[in-house]
């Protein structure tokens, strides 16, 4: 796979739908298809699993959630193109991933930080809408 300099994609981590109807997309996900996903206890609308084959965390995250994590709001922002999915790649460096695609003219939402669950993270979106992550997840590795 060709390498952009700064840009060294390990592999998909995460990938899943943005929610608006967290009861609605777990009567679907987890009702309808069965698929082996589990509430957090302390944040039931968010529903994942590490347990599908062809990807490493799939999960229902609700738009409210991203929009917090981005933006610090409980909504997302009228005047940002609302995302319908997200997307993460885990990268060796997530500083330097995100510094070599805003000069490649991308728009970070979210510089590189470390979540409070370990997980360092840089967010953009994608052209498509997707609310892509640069991510290095030390428990995925």
Not at 12 to 24: E, H, M, R, S, T
Not at 70 to 95: I, N, R
Request: charged letters at 20%; glycine letters at 8%.
């Amino acid at each position: 796979m060709p390498q952009i300099a700064g840009v060294n994609v390990a592999f998909v981590a995460g990938f899943g739908p943005l929610v608006k109807d967290p009861k609605a997309s777990k009567a679907f996900y987890l009702e309808a298809l069965g698929l082996p996903l589990e509430e957090m206890a302390d944040n039931p609308d968010y529903c994942h699993s590490e347990k599908l084959d062809g990807v490493r965390h799939f999960a229902l995250w609700p738009l409210a959630q991203a929009a917090q994590s981005c933006f610090g709001l409980d909504a997302w922002p009228a005047d940002t193109p609302e995302p319908h999915s997200w997307l993460e790649f885990d990268v060796d460096d997530v500083a330097a991933a995100g510094e070599a695609l805003k000069a490649r003219g991308y728009r970070l939402l979210v510089e590189a930080r470390e979540e409070p669950w370990g997980q360092t993270v840089a967010r953009l979106l994608s052209p498509e809408g997707i609310l892509v992550g640069l991510t290095y997840t030390p428990w995925l590795r």
